[in-house]
């Protein structure tokens, strides 16, 4: 079967999997937060000499990017910076009176919005009265997101004093007909000037963030950009299918689907970038990613060591995820939680000293056990049962097979070259709750 072919029988509506269950399938009726919280604590106590991950969320930005899906606020006002810091640092606090000592953080990620919509001095007094109530891990990894057009000599200068030492730029395309659309202005100019400081300061891990898909693009600009990419030579790049779900962010409808590339077009979006990026020496590291074999992500896999989260792929492994600030979602291994979702909300419940936690999800042990398959298949390409594959997977799989995706044994399942852009169908294989509970509106993006 052709590439073509496989687009259209497999490029369905799927989960990213960077949870199991995903949200939508959250089990919010038996979740309480005291329960969450004891979770937590318990957790802490069995890994807390691993280290825990710490996640912020920095919400605001000064223009809405259309094509985004993040839980963003829109403002010019930077008013708004210390207030929130506060907010975020009483969460903290709760959970650090809750573990009842001073936590070991193996992770530090800022994501948003647009961390660095924060000044240099806000992003300071962040993360040192974070740290007043907490230590680093010796290997601990501290990165952040930025947008290349407003991130600031004093912003890379400040982070690294804190220790942090990867950077993430949040590029998507360079064609001016693309940038316009999506409402997404910088230039190479301008990324490649805070790429060269961020290494003359001492960044040793620097990702950029490519989508295709975009309103607008076409082969020969998203070569374009590709080629200006590979010249800064970014240790990691993130090549990702643009989630078109309007539904849910209607700054999508800044543009129709007209405008968007779809079936057999985004495919070859996707292969002819991909093959540049392999041309170029990057190597495919789980799904929609590409590393240096220098970098520790391409490291951690080769290692089997690779591991995803909330945040995506990471080369740290923590049974203890923290997420602090509107929209957060927390991972206790055995339980998720989210906080709310509005900047208002979320300052209401810090206000009233509640734990802003709004929905969430206990794990069962059947969820455990899909959860590790899942995670397993993203990150190892490979998930083996103890006993035989269960039957209703292993009949989910097979038109898999048929196609040349997968590989199958009596317990052992492993991905084929060829089924590495299908990761999100082979893990819907797994998935109990999607398939017990099929959605009757689509909540996902589409998987190619």
Known sequence: MESAELLKKYNVAAPRYTSYPTVPFWDIENFSADEWLNRVVKTYAIHKDDGIS????????????????????????HSVELPYISAVLGEWRMYVDAL???????????????PTFFSAENLD??????????????????SFEAHPANTTKAHLTTLYH?????????????????????????SPEQVAQVTNEAREIGYTSINFDLIYGLPGQCIEGLGRTIKDVI????????????????????GQRHYTEKDIPAGDAKFALYQFGRKLLSDAGYEDVGMDHFAMKSD??????????????????????THLIIGLGVSSISDSWTAFAQNPKTVEAYLDKIAKQLLPVEKGHLLTDEDLDVRKHIL?????????????????????LLPLLQDKLISLTEKEISINSRGKSFLR????????????????????????
């Open 100 to 114: 009842q000592e001073k936590p070991k953080l193996k992770e530090i990620h800022l994501g948003g919005g647009t």
């Open 376 to 396: 397993n298949i993203m990150c190892r390409s490979n998930t083996a049962y103890s006993d035989r594959i269960p039957e209703e997977v292993h009949q989910r």
């Open 125 to 142: 007094l962040l993360i040192s009265c974070i740290m007043q109530n907490a230590s680093l891990a010796t290997d601990a990894e501290l």
């Open 296 to 317: 520790p992500l391409f490291q951690s896999m080769a290692s089997n060591k690779l591991h995803r989260n909330f945040m995506g792929y990471t080369s740290q492994h």
């Open 162 to 186: 804190l220790g942090f030492r990867r950077l993430s730029l949040g590029i998507q395309d360079f064609d001016p007909k693309v940038q316009f659309l999506i409402n997404r202005f910088q």
């Open 54 to 77: 710490l996640y912020i969320h920095l919400p605001f930005c000064e223009s809405l990017c259309t094509y985004c899906g993040c839980n963003t606020r829109i403002t010019k006002n």
């Open 425 to 448: 169908n082979v893990c819907m294989a797994f998935d109990e709750k999607l398939w017990l509970r099929q959605p009757k509106t689509q909540l996902f993006s589409s998987s190619i």
């Open 231 to 250: 010249g800064m030579r970014p240790d990691r790049i993130a090549f990702y299918g643009y989630a078109h779900v309007p539904w849910l962010k209607p």
